[in-house]
């Protein structure tokens, strides 16, 4: 983690995603999109760390990204996702949810389709509507999934004007995160520690099933499944803790990880390499949690940053189930597995509120209004 | 969103002799004609301070900005004081009066102390220089002597580089800019922060460094060098041309270096013109020697200072004797450098054009008569230079007093110049504040708030929050820096807190995910306070917007009992007017927050009746329903509706209530019919209303005595067999 660089951007940074690569490519990544919040204006941003021919005198290319185009966003942008490789859709604290093109030839963005009003109140006496803040989106195409402070779930096709799918009063509390579980599944996660998969493919607005924290119903920020093995998934919650859930079996996480000081933001499996996590929070501080198991050198790659190991603490024992291959992520021998977590920020900052991981590369965007982009994750 | 017309008020109080208040700048106008004057009163001012005149003293008459279309005349004004800006509305109370004089909308002025510093380029000076601020706070105390001092004329050096990137950008920006205004404006930017860069450069030598007789001199030399740099651009362009030496700022470069004190450099340009001209070939041989054997302190020699004096006397009678001979006669130019490298105040003087301003003048003149000034002289140096080189022409503008009161080691004199002079807080503050780590500040204390470190602090951080304000009403660069203003807070241990309290509360909360950080800020600060009227709010809100359930989760977070009763009554208020729970996802998991309140325990207990009825375990929903009314958990309101739930669990085939229960069941409900209050004037909604009572009455007595038969029928068997 040597080559970690900075820029100051002048915005607070809610999100930040990579542009997906073609299936199949060699291609690295080389394009995001960041999400500004709490300005005056709030843009939605693309950069590029591509190199311009320049490389410097070691030979590496030019640290710092690039500002392609930028468009401005309506509301704070609440979340952030690619549709595909030019279509970027975003969530907007008034509610709506906007799809914007990227038009590479010119460099840039414009404003592809929007639905407004995607989220709002209904208020108890009258007939007019509030708006309401969306949290989260996540696209499988030519699907999109919101969720808001409303307790609302709409489902959305790119080509659609209206909403094919609106679940209201999904959730009685505020949705936090969604995610899609396996098509056309979903999984939110609340303000009260509840995670609950829906499937659209049942009528009615009660979920498939609901797992929850057990007691003090601490609120979940953020969801992401295993790319692979798709019944294990993580959370991340407003007390920092990480929890990993096997959502085929039991209504309570498997496990239980003690992270970060404040509110988790966000926490990413590696798309290619899950064994790797990565989570990010309001203390400031961003964390790869490395469980492979057969990384016994590991601690002399990470000499960067403070290293710690943590134990699994299992609170659910099922040391009986048979599965064929076990995930790092379930396994609940305390005594043979550990996590190596790296902190990878040199010092701590305001909060992290968003990054993205994909092949070698990583970015990151905080409330100091800074972006940080590495691209030797693992090296 | 610099002021349009009119003349612009500046200074006043200076913020080391105010008790605060609210500080004016340039007004933002738009439209209309000037017409009346609106007195402000001001603190650091707007940032045209280099063309500022002189400053008056500083208790004087606070200066008139002119505010246009305004008449005072008819009294069409009100003021509203924010923290950190002015808010002027021009306002007619009498709305009849109003559409006659004032056609079109109303307009509304808001005088901002610090309109152009808001830009997207100072913001990454302010997010920037927070992190080294915060990293400031927690070097280590233990550390003293000479690791200390190192650290902190490092943290210093991080303060300027911040502010030179700045500087850069903005510059940048400006040779961009297509308008010239704007370009100028930016312009005007630089030169502030490049007066920055130069005041904080010579605090840091002066106060940080505090160096000593002799290598003070050679960070002087140092700071000049930094600050007057046209000279590498000259440098580059006479080398890059075909012939240098006919280049035909050929003079104007060497003398140039020989003023910076770069004589490696001059000897160098001095070879070029000896190598093609054998004419002067010895002479600039002769100089160039000179120039040469100049005695200089090299650091990290074990050298004295009286060897050093010694061996400089000796060089300076060496030139004084060629100039007395007559070595360079032949050529001006070589003369007048050989003069300059004496120290010739005449000679210097008329490099006036090349000195560009009195410091130079003072660094150079002490490079070549007193090398080995010490800290103590230089202000009568600085004093006796300012004087020589503005000659009675024109007077001191602030930069100048600036940074006279510097060499005058007068640190609360900079401080307070600077503060009258500059457009912001920034700069003060973040100075203050590592001079008083530096323990330069102690005795100082002002004779309000606390010491003056916490007051610029808590300035610029409450500039941070004010920020925040007025967004629907200014169309400049507003801009969210509350969260970097937090930190400042913390670190005033006076009155940060209180402030902190105070600016907390009035973040407008647009999205929960925001309300959340701000509660991290309150709870990691155990501000229990706000953190109950956050919640409260985002309750009410939840309320109005008709989310139930999520107004319980933030009363339950906020430990608001009274709330928590509040949205439990709206709950059964729903109930009973729906005939079914919504949000049971949230009611079913309530745990132990259910204790929070009495009406919530009752809500949460009633709910799980109605899932042991739903799951038909009769007997366990009949002892439930049954404490509830005798253990005073259910309000006596809602008795009747828990005694007509009974009424199904009467009428099932096999008896659920003893006699026992049965009996108490029945001393409920006379308990509430005879409570009954006698009403007044009964109408015909009332009499209906009394009827349908009486009649489930009659029903609850009927059922009641026809559960009791059977439950004693069925003990007594059950006793007998």
Known sequence: MEEIYAKFVSQKISKTRWRPVPAGSLQTAD?????????????????????????????????????????????????????????????????????????????????????????????????????????????????IVTVGEDGRINLFRADHKEAVRTIDNADSST????????????????????????????????????????????????????????????????????????????????????????????????????????????????????????????????????????????????ANVHQSVISSWLSTDPAKDRIEITSLLPNRTLSVNSLDVLGPCLVCGTDAEAIYVTRQLFS | MAERRGPCGIGGFGPAGSTGGARAGSSLATGAEPEARARSFGGPANSRWLRLGAMEELDGEPTVTLIPGVNSSKKQMCFDWGPGEMLVCETSFNKKEKSETVPGCPVIYIIRKDVDVYSQILRKLFNE?????????????????????????????????????????MHQVAIAAKDPACSRQFSSQVSILSAMELIWNLCEILFIEVAPAGPLLLHLLDWVRLHVCE??????????????????????????????????????????????????????????????????????????????????????????????????????????????????????????????????FLVTRLLYSHPTVKPIDLHFYAQSSLDLFLGGESSPEPLDNILMAAFEFDIHQVIKECSIALSNWWFVAHL????????????????????????????????????????????????????????????????????????IERIPLSTEQKALKVLRICEQRQMTEQVRSICKILAMKAVRNNRLGSALSWSIRAKDAAFATLV?????????????????????????????????????????????????????AASLLLSLMTSQIAPRSFWMTLLTDALPLLEQKQVIFSAEQTYELMRCLEDLTSGRPVHGEPDAQRLQDDDIETTKVEMLRLALARNLARAIIKEGSLEGS
């Open chain 2, 432 to 503: 203050t504040d590592l001079l008083d780590h530096c323990k330069l500040l102690q005795s100082h204390n002002l004779y309000f708030g606390s010491n003056m470190r916490e007051f610029l602090l808590l300035e610029y951080a409450s500039g941070l929050f004010a920020h925040h304000r007025p967004s629907r009403l200014s169309s400049s660069e507003l801009c969210s820096l509350w969260q970097l203003g937090v930190d400042y807070f913390d670190y005033c241990p006076e009155l940060g807190r209180v402030s902190l309290e105070l600016h």
């Open chain 2, 568 to 620: 439990s009554d709206r709950f059964l208020r729903d109930y009973c007017e729906r005939g079914c729970f919504s949000d049971l996802d949230l009611i079913d998991n309530l745990g132990p927050a259910m204790m929070l309140s009495d009406r919530l325990t009752f809500l949460g207990k009633y709910r799980e009746f109605h899932r042991l009825y739903g799951e038909k375990r009769f007997v366990d």
């Open chain 1, 175 to 318: 949705l936090h995160a969604v995610t899609f579980l396996r098509t056309p599944e979903i999984l939110t996660v609340n303000s009260i520690g509840q995670l609950k998969i829906w499937d659209f493919r049942q009528q009615g607005n009660e979920p498939s099933q609901i797992l929850s924290l057990t007691g003090d119903r601490v609120p979940l920020h953020c969801v992401d499944r295993h790319p692979n093995q798709q019944h294990v998934v993580a959370t991340g919650g407003q007390d920092g803790m990480l929890s990993i859930w096997d959502v085929r079996q039991g209504t309570m996480p498997v496990s239980l990880l003690k992270a970060h000081e404040a509110e988790m933001w966000e926490v990413h499996f590696h798309p290619s390499n899950p064994d790797h996590l990565f989570t990010c929070s309001e203390d400031g501080s961003l964390w790869h949690w490395d469980a492979s198991t057969d990384a016994p050198e590991k601690s002399s790659l990470f000499h960067e940053g403070r290293s710690s190991i943590f134990l699994f603490h299992s609170i659910s024992n099922q």
């Open chain 2, 231 to 360: 000279v590498d651009n000259l440098l580059a362009d006479v080398l890059g041309s075909e012939n240098p030496r006919k280049h035909e700022s050929f003079w104007k470069l060497v003398t140039i270096l020989v003023l910076q004190g770069r004589l490696d450099e001059a000897r160098q340009m001095l070879s070029k013109e000896a190598d093609s001209s054998p004419t002067s070939a010895g002479m600039c041989r002769i100089l160039g020697d000179l120039m040469r054997t100049m005695p200089v302190l090299s650091p990290g020699t074990t050298q004295t200072l009286t060897e050093l004096e010694l061996k400089w006397q000796h060089w300076h009678e060496e030139c004084e004797r060629h100039l007395q001979d007559g070595t360079f006669a032949s050529s001006p130019h070589l003369e007048s450098l050989c003069k300059i490298m004496l120290g010739d105040e005449a000679a210097l003087l008329e490099q006036k054009e090349l000195l560009n301003n009195w410091y130079h």
């Open chain 2, 129 to 169: 220089s927070h992190g080294i601020f915060v990293g400031l706070q927690r070097i280590e105390e233990e550390l003293t002597g000479k690791s200390r001092k190192a650290q902190l004329v490092r943290v210093s050096k991080n303060y300027r580089s911040v502010i030179r990137a700045c500087m850069e950008e």
């Open chain 1, 31 to 143: 394009t995001f999109a960041t999400g500004s919040w709490d300005n005056e204006e709030n843009r939605v941003s693309l950069w590029s760390i591509g190199d311009f021919g320049n490389l410097d005198s070691d030979g590496g290319f030019e640290g710092d990204h690039q500002l392609l185009c930028d468009i401005k966003h309506h509301g704070d942008v609440m979340d952030l996702q690619f549709f595909d490789q030019e279509r970027i859709v975003a969530a907007s604290s008034t509610g709506s949810v906007t799809l914007f093109l990227h038009h590479p030839n010119n460099q840039t963005l414009s404003v592809g389709q929007q639905w407004t009003a995607a989220h709002y109140h209904t208020s108890p006496g009258s007939l007019s509507c509030r708006s309401a803040p969306c949290t989260g989106v996540v696209c499988s195409n030519p699907e």
